[in-house]
């Protein structure tokens, strides 16, 4: 019942810019949280930011300073990468985590492939 689709991902030189757009559809409130991951190959997922329920945003070490994620809608959320270097390049995921009474859940996008290059 919910669906996430990444977009705005690309080639990117170091130094430069990309900004990734997440739309996500469904039953989604303010009180979820919406993050970016990301996967470099033959890596394992890691957290790179992360808007949670309330509003408050984290980042992670590598990208702090440099990566912003806004959240300008419920079901919007972007990430504004700034100063990119080439180990930024990967798989980058939109997540969603909702909360019921009983239960959390994840949804996942397809990822969106970031290459920057040196």
């Known amino acids: 019942q919910v669906q996430v689709v990444e977009s705005g991902g690309g080639l990117g030189q170091a130094g430069g810019s990309l900004r990734l757009s997440c739309a996500a559809s469904?039953?989604?409130?303010?009180?979820?949280?919406m993050a970016w991951y990301r996967q470099a190959p033959g890596n394992e997922r890691e957290l790179v930011a992360v808007?949670?329920?309330?509003?408050?945003k984290n980042y992670a070490d590598s990208v702090k300073g440099r990566f912003t994620i806004s959240r300008e809608s419920v079901k919007n959320v972007y990430l504004q990468m700034n100063s990119l270097k080439p180990e930024d390049t990967g798989v980058y995921y939109c997540?969603?985590?909702?909360?019921?009474?009983?239960?959390?859940?994840?949804?996942w996008g397809q990822g969106t492939q970031v290459t920057v290059s040196s």
């Open positions: 808007v949670t329920g309330g509003g408050s």
């Open positions: 997540n969603v985590r909702t909360r019921t009474l009983a239960y959390t859940r994840e949804y």
């Open positions: 469904g039953s989604i409130f303010s009180t979820d949280s």
